[in-house]
């Protein structure tokens, strides 16, 4: 039996991200994407069944304030109480899960997680073939949280001359 682009993808294996069937899903996550990010001004909870219909699993009192982008939104899970601010980028053709019931997880500042690789043999190397590789961060994290990992590493740096 032949698998599909898709199945492939969903397996972690080789790929092509040009296959019709995976550009067919990302068209669609487009169009859901475009209403999201155009209901910036709505009230969280009608943002929030936007969101239902689009990714695989929100949690309770998850938010993602737009603009947000993925690739497909059929690989996100947010657990309860996970907050990703304006800007938010998620690479989702593979399974990316942030938080857990129960849990807080804030995203801040702009950010994207994925876990690439392409072939390495030249002769195999395709501009869409690529492979990805499950993102399941922390269940408590908070990423981008501004000046104060810059000021740590530059009181390091003046300590050390």
Do not use: W
């Not at 997880?105 to 950010?111: G, Q």
Request: overall charge positive.
């Amino acid at each position: 039996m032949t698998r599909t682009e898709k199945d492939k993808m969903l397996a972690g294996d080789l790929y092509d991200a040009g296959a019709p069937e995976l550009q067919a899903d990302a068209a669609a996550a487009h169009e859901r994407l475009v209403r999201y990010n155009a209901a910036f001004g709505t009230p969280i909870s009608e943002r929030r069944e936007l969101l239902l219909e689009h990714l695989a699993a929100v949690g309770e009192g998850a938010v993602i304030r737009p603009p947000f982008h993925c690739d497909y939104g059929f690989n996100i899970s947010l657990g309860g109480g996970v907050f990703l601010n304006f800007n938010c980028v998620i690479l989702d053709v593979a399974e990316v899960t942030i938080g857990d019931a129960g849990s807080a997880c804030s995203v801040s500042k702009p950010a994207a997680s994925t876990t690439r690789s392409r072939p390495k043999s030249r002769s195999a190397v395709n501009l869409t073939s690529a492979r990805y590789a499950p993102v399941l961060p922390p269940k408590v994290v908070e990423a981008g949280r501004g000046p104060e990992p810059r000021k740590r590493r530059l009181s390091r740096l003046r300590a050390s001359r």
